[in-house]
């Protein structure tokens, strides 16, 4: 159970610089964090996160009776990512990297051809040099970042 009061947005944790380590969504009901096992499946949940809150049962066998897969404490690092946002389109990669700082996380898009977009100006550039993903728009990308949570920052970490 989370030492704060519930929180129903869905969250990435992270142990290392650069990516991802752990993917996790709270459960809307029992409050308790599941793991996701694959980015994929977390944007997933994330692109309708308001409309359909996440709950245990949404995991194969997953019940509220279960014990938490893992807690939100300050043994790893924490960030809170904003709910419905677009899933990274086919062939894409999204990539979150945590400033040595803990300041923030950056986040970036791969193309299938290995060249990285840092902002909507550059997707829309790239979408307009190729035309191939005409059905795809700036709106399929995010650039929010999550959340960086204060209290789950390691204290050997001073700004
Ligand atoms: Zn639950």
């Given at each position: ?17 650069p990516s ?68 990274t389109?086919?062939g894409f990669k999204r990539e979150l990297y ?8 950056d986040a970036y898009y791969i193309t299938p051809s290995g060249k990285k977009l840092r902002s909507t100006n550059e997707v829309a550039a790239f979408l307009?040099q190729n ?10 990308f995010?650039f ?16």
């Amino acid at each position: 159970m989370a030492k704060d009061s519930p929180r129903t947005t869905k969250t990435s944790r992270v142990a290392s610089n650069p990516s991802v380590s752990i993917w996790a969504a709270q459960c809307g009901k029992c409050y308790k964090w599941r793991k996701i096992s694959t980015q994929e499946e977390f944007e997933e949940i994330r692109s309708k996160f308001n409309e359909e809150p996440f709950h245990c049962e949404n995991k194969p066998n997953g019940s509220c009776d279960d014990p938490a897969d893992i807690e939100y404490d300050s043994s790893h690092t924490w960030a809170i990512d904003k709910p419905n946002q677009p899933k990274t389109p086919t062939g894409f990669k999204r990539e979150l990297y945590l400033r040595s700082d803990y300041s923030k996380m950056d986040a970036y898009y791969i193309t299938p051809s290995g060249k990285k977009l840092r902002s909507t100006n550059e997707v829309a550039a790239f979408l307009q040099q190729n035309p191939e993903y005409s059905d795809l728009s700036t709106s399929n990308f995010s650039f929010k970042s999550p959340k960086i949570m204060d209290d789950t920052i390691p204290s050997s970490s001073t700004k």
